[in-house]
């Protein structure tokens, strides 16, 4: 059972927002976070992002991923309109950093996102997003639009006891480096992806 830690106030180039981080003990060094907008008004549909760690994109910005504009795009959104951004410690889909430079060594080799883990024996994808509900029960939120391209977190509010008000897409243009991984994700993990970008 996770339980709130800490929480502060933190200005960003964005805005400021209240950030807060949940762990099962205060030891933990990788809590998962929510950061969210002053303006939430939590008697409306809350925009939610559930946003996966990608140290390579977000912090080194990356362009193999789309992540680190993603988290940009939503930070942008939610401090316009209101919102919480869960941060999941799920670094490469959950197979954590080390693992995914592996998968990233063996796509310079010709393998996609997939193949790679596969090879790894590892899952295509090792996340679940169950403690992404459980941040959101913690924090009252009855009812959500969801920014995502992703229907697995779709579902996984859908299967909840939190509504689902909406979808709100979250698509980055794809550059020459992440035209295949976005491809892969529409292909095999069925990201709703519109193709003029990808
Ligand atoms: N294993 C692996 N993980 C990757 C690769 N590229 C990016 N990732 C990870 O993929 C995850 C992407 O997470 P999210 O940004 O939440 O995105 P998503 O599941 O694609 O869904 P939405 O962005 O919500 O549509 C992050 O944990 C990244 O670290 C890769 O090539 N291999
Ligand atoms: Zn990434």
Redesign the pocket.
């Known amino acids: 059972m996770i339980k709130i830690q800490a929480e502060a106030n933190v200005p960003t180039e964005h805005g400021t927002f209240r950030m807060i981080a949940f762990s099962e003990n205060a030891n933990d060094w990788m809590p998962h976070m929510a950061i969210i907008a002053e303006n939430t008004d939590f008697s409306k549909p809350v925009n939610v992002?559930?946003?996966?760690?990608?140290?390579?994109?977000e912090v080194f910005h990356s362009k193999?991923?789309?992540?680190g504009q993603?988290?940009d795009a939503a930070m942008k959104y939610i401090h316009e309109n209101g919102g919480i951004i869960v941060y999941?410690r799920?670094?490469?889909?959950?197979?954590g950093?080390i693992?995914?430079l592996k998968?990233?060594s063996l796509?310079e080799k010709g393998l996609d996102?997939v193949e790679?883990?596969l090879q790894l024996g590892?899952p295509?994808?090792d996340?679940n997003f169950g403690v992404a509900i459980e941040i959101l029960n913690l924090l009252n939120v009855k009812d959500v639009n969801l920014?995502?391209?992703?229907p697995?977190?779709v579902k996984y509010v859908v299967d909840s006891n939190i509504h689902l008000n909406s979808r709100i897409p979250?698509?980055i243009p794809a550059n020459d480096m992440s035209r295949g991984?976005l491809k892969t994700?529409k292909d095999y993990?069925g990201?709703?992806?519109d193709d003029n970008d990808n």
């Open positions: 992002r559930f946003h996966s760690e990608c140290i390579t994109g193999k991923c789309e992540c993603q988290l999941l799920q670094e490469g889909r959950n197979i950093i693992n995914k998968a990233y796509q996102t790679a883990n590892l295509a994808d996340r920014l995502t391209n992703n697995e977190k979250l698509q991984y994700k993990f990201h709703l992806l």
